[in-house]
């Protein structure tokens, strides 16, 4: 085993929690910010040997890891191992002149959650930002050096009109990021949120098409790189696209620290229980004092699925998929269809989706896989 060479680590702390929010998350809890980070230190050295002597992506995701207090986090990152892209998930409300002063001598890059510049759809969403302190966050990272900011966004908010997401990408470019992520909001079944919003989430399903279109025409028109199904680059001489997310869409081996975090290493995925209490009752002793890897459910993955996987990732990339080991896990009469329909080019031994089978993306994958 040669190693995984990207890591991510997971900081579940929130002020408060957004509605449509599904991630791993716990509201408020600063006293034990810095018992959480002592235990992912322990996970890490328990898990140290399943890494590459080397690293090319350190990922802190959330939850809100710039809520974390500022020396709890100024040890984390002082104590995870050296990577060649270090990001960190940022609140706009929490970036702070010292905050952003911190991140600049710690981190590469910095996403910033956006979500929309409109004070009506951040009420809808539950955001604390205002579109001032989104715009505030953003000088504040550069004017502290931090020369690779990405903004998230995310379309088919209740209530939202095409005007608005218009108002949206040109507010998201006139602060000129390096990468813009733009999601389709997710509302999970049976969740308040839902219950709340039914009618018009089903209204906005049926817009979301004509939104993705003018998120790609728009984000294309401006000179960004649609390099992924949701992500956008600036092209410049350095590659801006987010190295992470990309070694985890190449289908590469990545370990996921933290409380729910998801690990994939050669045929096994396994997958952090999402309690907290339990996280720390694991790792919470030293390790001389018997820490013990956190309770998990581990899966098996068969070189099929990780194919499928491998499939069905790649194709949300701009670059072709090699299809060297693939083959078996296409549908052959499929491929040949969706060639001859245009959504699909395929020669050279590698594999695309053209511009208009992007649009269509999933249902497209879901037809040529085997
Ligand atoms: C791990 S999340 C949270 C990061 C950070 N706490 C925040 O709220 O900005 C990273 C990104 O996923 C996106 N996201 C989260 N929940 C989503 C949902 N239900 N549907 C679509 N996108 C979502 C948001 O754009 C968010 O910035
Ligand atoms: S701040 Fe981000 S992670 Fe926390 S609840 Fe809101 S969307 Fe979820």
Not at 156 to 164: K, L, N, S, T
Not at 318 to 324: H, I, N, Q, T
Request: proline share 5%.
């Amino acid at each position: 085993m040669t190693g995984a060479r990207h890591l991510y680590v997971h900081l579940p702390f929130c002020s408060s929690r957004c509605g449509y929010c599904d991630f791993v998350t716990v509201v408020g809890r600063a006293g034990e910010h810095g018992g959480y980070v002592e235990a992912v230190l322990r996970e890490l050295e328990l898990e140290r040997a399943l890494l590459a002597p080397k690293l090319e992506t350190v990922y802190l995701g959330g939850g809100t890891p710039t809520l974390t207090g500022a020396a709890s986090l100024a040890r984390l990152l002082d104590t995870l191992p050296v990577a060649e892209e270090v990001t960190i998930e940022a609140n706009p409300e929490t970036v702070t002149p010292e905050l952003a002063a911190l991140l600049a001598s710690r981190v590469d890059r910095v996403s910033v959650g956006a979500q929309t510049f409109s004070p009506r759809l951040l009420q809808t969403l539950d955001r604390v930002a205002q579109p001032d302190d989104v715009r505030r966050a953003f000088y504040r990272l550069r004017d502290a050096g931090i020369d690779n900011i990405s903004l998230d966004l995310i379309y088919g908010i209740p209530g939202q009109e095409p005007a608005d997401l218009a108002r949206d990408l040109a507010e998201a470019l006139a602060l000129e990021p390096e990468h813009v992520s733009a999601y389709e909001l997710e509302a999970k079944p049976g969740t308040r949120f839902t219950h709340a919003h039914g009618a018009e989430l089903e209204r906005q399903a049926e817009s979301m098409e004509t939104y993705f279109e003018r998120v790609v025409e728009t984000m294309t028109a401006a000179g960004y790189r649609w390099y992924e199904t949701a992500n956008f680059c600036r092209v410049e001489q350095r590659d801006l696209r987010a190295r992470h997310n990309l070694g985890v869409w190449l289908g590469r081996d990545y370990l996921g620290l933290g409380v729910g975090a998801v690990s994939t290493i050669e045929s096994r995925r396994w997958r952090n229980a999402p309690s907290l209490a339990r996280y720390i009752a694991a790792l919470g002793q030293s390790l001389e004092d018997d820490a013990v890897r956190p309770p998990r459910e581990y899966e098996e993955l068969s070189a099929e699925v990780r194919d499928t996987e491998r499939v069905m990732l790649g194709l949300r990339l701009d670059e072709p998929l090699p299809l060297s080991g693939l083959a078996a896990s296409l549908d052959e009469r499929e491929l040949e269809r969706l060639t001859r329909g245009g959504l699909v080019a395929h020669g050279d031994g590698c594999l695309t989706l053209t511009k208009r089978g992007r649009f269509l993306g999933g249902g497209v994958t879901a037809r040529l896989l085997a």
